[in-house]
């Protein structure tokens, strides 16, 4: 398998994580998000950074979600983030390698 085609899967490996932690987070944050309880703005920090906010936010949340999920965590999001960082390092060796070459 070249490169090329692990970097290719690891992106979408990548960008799958990422959107599942970014629907993750949607379930749990939305019914705050939608009695005003929070503003968009407020909530989209607890998609990276679990602070105490973001905290009590979701353990004050009594309204019913998607499958009785109750509690976002940022795992998944940073696990998709460097997954893809990981797809790019190919990118950045072979232009390295070529100057080196040329030099």
Known sequence: MTRSRVAFGLKLLGGAALLASVGWWWVVFRTLIGNASMTVQGALPCLAHNSDLCTLAQA????????????????????????????????????????????
């Open 60 to 103: 004050l949340c009594a309204s019913q979600h998607f499958l009785g999920i109750r509690h976002y965590d940022t795992l998944l999001f940073w696990a998709g983030t460097a997954i893809i960082g990981v797809s790019l390092l190919p990118t950045f060796v072979r232009r390295d390698a070529v100057s080196d070459s040329a030099a």
